[in-house]
Structure formats: C-alpha cells, structure tokens
C-alpha cells in the first residue's frame, strides 16, 4: 500500500485510456492526478521513512522493501510496497500503476532487490497485465490491505517478481523475521522490546485501526496478579470455528492464564466480546496449525514447521502447541 508515486511524462491536455479501454475526461485526469499528488506527499514525507525501516527489519508482515534503479539518475530507489510471496514469486499490486515511480523504474531496468524479512533478494521484475488486480486483492484476504489500496490507488497494475536464489541458499520467506523474532522471545518469553510492541498492538487491534480484519486482543485474568492482562492474537478460522495458537507453545503466559481461569476470556476489536476457551486435543490442532501460520506470519519464526508442510508435519509438532477453541458466552452466562 505504500508506494512511491511520480507523475508520468507527457501526460497533460490529451485523452488518456481508463482503467476499462475508454478515453476518460480531462476532469477525470485533473481528480485522478489530485490524488496521486496527495498520495505521493502523504507517502512520501509521513509514512514510507518509519515504515521503510520497520520494513527493512522484517516487521511488517505483508509488506517487503522493493529497490530498482532510478531510470534518470542511475541510483538505487527503495520502496515499501504490500506484497504476497508464492513459491519463488512475488506479487505486488501498484495502487498508482505506471505513474508510480518504482514502476517505472523497473520497467526500464527489470532486475531490481526485495528485502524479505530483512534479507536481500535478487529478482526480474515485469508488469503483468494478464492477472487482474483485484481478484488478486481478494486472493490474499487482506482486507485493511485492499481497502487502502482501493482508497488511494487510481491505476492498479500488479507486478510479478521472480527471485533468485539467496547466495546462503535461504529460502524466500522460510522463516518470517526469523532471527529478530526469535530473539525477541528468548526463552520463550518476551523481551522488553516484544512486551512494547505487544502492548501498541494490543491497543490498535482493540480499536480496529489499521490491523488485519482476524487480529484481535486478548483479555484474561493473570493466575498470580488478579489484574486483567492483555496481549495481540490472530483469530484462525477452519471448518466454521473460530481458534487462538499459542505460538511460544506450552510455556506462553496467557495459556496459564486462560487454564487457571477456566477459559473465561474476552476479545475486543471495535467492541467486547465475552468468551469461552476450550482447549482441544493434539489430534484436532493439525489443519487449525496450518490455517494460522497461513493468516500469522509474524509466528512462522517460531514453529518449526513451514507454512506449506503437509498436514502429517503439523500433527507430529501438535503436542507442543495448544489450540482453544473460541465459544461465545450466552448473555444469560455473564
């Protein structure tokens, strides 16, 4: 969602094609070129400099750091764009299409860098007309995602990368954010920096700002402190249910809390949700293990098990990680 964004040469007083094949009016211009302005200051000047760097250390899941050539100048151009990596590829949806500046560098020069996860790729980067931004959009069920692009883009375009292999022989995407993530959860507890940033995303998951559309906060009473503690989780959906992954495995704080209290929980996002959490039995958590690595990609750095493992990989590691199962609690319960 947050790309550079330029103003194409030779674009002024004549018809140019829309999105559908027909010429479009010299106000639809005026209002899309509006647009594109606004974006590319917003982009430029208050969300790429933070984002870029909290990019470039792997904590921001959806989203890589794109680097072409500058077609004028010769340097190297970084850009954050929202990306879903398939295989060895790369897909991005360009909200601003060929008017932004990081596509039409790579047009010029395909080969172009993805930093992954804070890891380096190099890759061959084309536009490809064929594939239809928003089916793709939908494909990825991202829906904050969409959304933004919708709301900003004025001529989606998607690109497709093909990367190359990493000189270490590191697989795209093999563990997200691994080494940071891992060592923020030493131990299998939080570090000082883990507990601040849990904290931030247990605020912004609770307004619902800015977050993906299965992130919620959790809210249970600690079993030594009596007070109400509250942490970020991802809600993974299978077969109708609704579940919570203890990522850190048996040893997670909140799985202690949520035994000593009888499962009696809240959820918030935009609201308050009373709860129930059933812990279900190892033979149950494979498929459930699977959809949340698909929907939580911050938590792949701690389960030893890639996200496209057959099922019988996740039954073996079931055991070590428990799953609830999330049951609304009737009004007449509360």
């Not at 928003?134 to 989606?156: I, N, Q």
């Amino acid at each position: 969602m947050v790309d550079g964004t330029e103003a194409p040469e030779g674009v002024g007083g004549e018809m140019v094609p829309s999105d559908d094949g027909g010429p479009r009016s010299r106000g639809d211009q005026d209002g899309a070129a509006r647009r594109r302005r606004r974006t590319r200051l917003l982009q430029r000047y208050v969300l790429n400099p933070p984002v870029r760097l909290a990019t470039r250390c792997g904590w921001v899941p959806g989203h890589v750091l794109v680097e072409t050539v500058g077609r004028t100048t010769g340097r190297p151009r970084r850009t954050v764009v929202g990306a879903e990596l398939e295989g060895d590829t790369v897909w991005i949806v360009a909200e601003q299409g060929p008017y932004a500046g990081y596509v039409r560098n790579l047009v010029t020069e395909p080969r172009v860098r993805l930093c992954l996860d804070g890891c380096w790729y190099d890759g061959v980067a084309r536009l490809a007309p064929e594939v239809d931004p928003e089916r793709l959009l939908a494909r990825w069920d991202r829906p904050v995602h969409a959304a933004g692009v919708r709301r900003f883009g004025t001529a989606l375009r998607v690109v497709r990368v093909d990367l190359e292999a990493h000189p270490t022989g590191r697989a795209p995407g093999a563990r997200h954010g691994g080494r940071l993530r891992r060592w923020w959860y030493r131990g299998r507890r939080p570090h000082w920096t883990a507990r601040l940033l849990n904290r931030l995303s247990a605020a912004q998951f609770a307004a619902g700002v800015l977050s993906p559309a299965r992130a919620v906060t959790l809210e249970v009473r600690g079993r030594r402190s009596g007070r109400t503690v509250s942490l970020p989780v991802v809600v993974a959906d299978h077969d109708g249910q609704r579940y919570l992954v203890a990522m850190l495995g048996e040893r997670a704080q909140w799985v202690q809390n949520v035994r000593a209290a009888g499962g009696r929980a809240v959820l918030r996002r935009r609201g308050r949700e009373e709860v129930r959490l059933e812990e279900i039995e190892p033979g149950e958590r494979g498929p459930v293990l699977r959809r949340y690595l698909a929907l939580a990609p911050g938590a792949r750095a701690h389960v030893p098990v890639d996200r496209r493992a057959p099922l019988e990989e996740f039954e073996r590691i079931a055991p070590s990680f428990p799953v609830f199962r999330v049951v609304p609690v009737p009004p007449e319960e509360r």
